[in-house]
Nanobody, 124 residues
């Protein structure tokens, strides 16, 4: 079992930046960020193979604005978000899996462990 605890959410104006953090209770090879806005399906934002930070995968709506990374020594996953837009407003969740993939997946069903979420609100 893996426990995931997110932090770093908050309110920001459009064009601003935020960094989310997710602390895992132990090493786990694949981690990702998802988000879910009210009335919408959970969307994969970014995923990474944690022992190889160069293996990343981004959702189309955030590529070029968000960066996922992981501190292996501390088992902390980050999501640096730049140029935030009102449509980025959502609950952001950290997820993890022991699965084996060539490309870190962005489907919610590929992940076994989930954090409680942290709210990000972007105002125009």
């Amino acid at each position: 079992q893996v426990q995931l605890v997110e932090s770093g959410g908050g309110s920001v104006q459009a064009g601003g930046s935020l960094r989310l953090s997710c602390t895992a209770s132990r090493f786990i090879p694949y981690m990702a960020w998802f988000r879910q806005a009210p009335g919408k399906e959970r969307e994969g934002v970014a995923a990474v193979r944690t022992d190889m930070n160069e293996f990343t995968n981004y959702g189309g709506s955030v590529e070029g604005r968000f960066t996922i990374s992981e501190d292996n020594a501390k088992n902390i996953l980050y999501l640096q978000m730049y140029s935030l837009k009102p449509e980025d407003t959502a609950m952001y969740y950290c997820a993890a899996t022991y699965g084996s993939y060539l490309i870190p997946p962005l489907g919610p069903r590929d992940y076994d462990f989930w954090g409680q979420g942290t709210q990000v609100t972007v105002s125009s």
